[in-house]
């Protein structure tokens, strides 16, 4: 069996944001309100708790926002969220060698309306996301991260992680994995360049 290779999206192949085609002042009231301060709603949001539709519509009532036209346009602003062709050649590359695994604490909008509209399942092994599994990356000790490994038949040791986030790859290097962690210097191309000489 092939090692595996988890790529999380957002920050590490994505930076592409919901809502971008809103007013900067709008979208920075939505994103304060959703990601900036605590917020439960949205960590249960990932978590398939709540659905974009309940969310856009907590945001209509906050903000006096037409929800209609507040929904209509998330939904194409989730369509254009994109992943350059470089890094979708890169990751192409490394499928000979890696069974790779995009994986990804996100909402339902991601494998609703940006994974079938970009076509990412072309791209991947496997498509995971939180909403649809119920779960976070850094919850209950890895434990996403051991499901999947069991899932492939394959061992954690063997296993490699390319995230922007310190946690989640101090987490997976604990889980006896290794993480690569995403920078300003040590881009996702960087580091899919450096695994696809690793096996």
Known sequence: MKPLLFIDFHGTLSNDYFWSSQSRDIRQKIEEFLFTTPNLATRDWMKGVYSSEEVNQMIAEKFGLEPEVLWKTFVEDCKKISVSPELLGLIADVRNKYTVILITDNMDCFPRFTVPFIGLTKHFDHIAVSSEEKILKNEKEGEWFRRLVKKFNSEM???????????????????????????????????????????
């Not at 101090?170 to 000489?197: C, I, M, N, P």
């Open 157 to 199: 040791s063997r296993s490699i992680l390319i995230d922007n986030s310190k946690s989640v790859c101090r987490l997976f290097d604990s889980l006896g994995g290794r993480a690569f962690l995403v920078t300003d210097e040590q881009s996702t191309a960087y580091w899919l360049l450096k695994v696809h000489t690793m096996v």
